[in-house]
């Protein structure tokens, strides 16, 4: 097997050698969270410092700014996938949303975590793929831990994914877009202080599956494998799950031309040069008027994908329940259809409970 240490070179196949090529100093406490920009030009990093750092990966280690509106420990962040906004979250019990082009905040959302309680180790949130939502960690509803879904349009937290018994510490998108009984959806992975782990997708009213007792502490983080079918787990206890998944499971991935088309049908025309160069609301205003005939497919964004591929899957949660029955369980999860998005989300009122989060 592979025994070679990391920064020292071995004689033969299985050798691997790493130097340290940069040293990025500006934070005055730990760093609790990092986040890559889509097109990999910026690193943001936050801090119990109370900031957020940007970096400039093209010439490193230069800061492009430091973002300083929190009012306690921020302990995720997130970049827009379309690349205009970066998004926070902290223990001031506020998400903030800031814009890419000049840094100032767009959005502060705190009504959701206004009870929140100061348990968790980090607050790590994802951002949906296709742009469109943003969903947190810790948040509460009717004396509930739940992790709330913020809508793009308007920052607005309407819904949320309910079920998990204590409080939710790591949200993580899947990095692609799947085909999924005719229609692109997006897949989530959530889990926090109960231990437990809940896969979504957004086509579905409940989750694909839940996982209980892999570890014994939290989970911190989560992360899926590149082609989108697997996810590694790791928890305070020490430990590292990895789960597999099938196109069988969670349907195919949209290509990139097809990923594109869709976010192009949603935000009119984009470059990989647009993605590094930001607008501000006046700016994408004026790159509507001059796109025309291409922003006028976004009223039609919520129709089936015309895909050349005629991607087909035969998706079913059954075959990973008869597979991990004693730890895949529906009890306490729900998510009922909601107006907001279409099957996925809920914004269910009655949830209580009396666990520690």
Known sequence: GINAEYGVRYEGSNSESYKCLHILRGHDGDVLDLAWSADDCYLASSSIDNSVIVWNCRNFPEK???????????????????????ATQSTD??????RMSDWQEEAKISDPFSKCGGTT?????????????IVSSHAMNNEGPVAKIIEREDWKARMDFVGHRR??????????????NKRPVS???????????????????RPLFVLHDVFTSSVLDM????????????????????????????????????????????????????????????????????????E????????????????????????????AQP?????????????????????????????DY
């Open 187 to 205: 897949c989530v992975a959530i889990a926090g202080r109960d231990s437990s782990i809940s896969v979504w997708l957004t086509a579905l009213k």
């Open 296 to 323: 006028s497919s976004s009223s039609d964004s919520d129709e089936p994908m015309d895909t050349s591929d005629e991607l087909s899957t035969e998706a079913s949660s059954k075959s990973r329940e008869s597979s």
């Open 121 to 133: 180790t980090v607050l790590r949130i994802g951002w949906s793929p296709d742009g469109q939502y």
């Open 167 to 180: 409080a939710i510490e790591s949200v993580r998108f899947n990095p692609h877009l799947f085909y999924y």
């Open 223 to 294: 992360s899926w494998t590149p082609d989108g079918y697997g996810l590694v787990v790791c928890s305070l206890d020490g430990s590292l799950a990895y789960i597999e998944l099938s196109s069988a499971e969670i349907g195919k991935t949209l290509s990139p031309q097809q990923t594109a088309s869709l976010r192009s049908s949603l935000y009119g025309s984009l470059t990989q040069e647009k993605l590094t160069i930001i607008e501000n609301p006046d700016l994408l205003e004026d790159e509507k008027q001059q796109n025309g005939d291409e």
């Open 64 to 86: 492009l700014t430091t973002i300083k509106g929190h009012n306690g420990m921020v302990k995720g962040v997130v970049w827009d996938p379309i690349g205009r906004y970066l």
């Open 327 to 355: 730890r895949h369980h529906h009890n306490g999860f729900s998510s009922q259809s909601n107006g907001g998005f279409p099957n996925a989300f809920s914004d269910l009122n009655g949830y209580n409970n009396n666990n």
């Open 93 to 98: 019990k506020t998400l903030r949303v800031w």
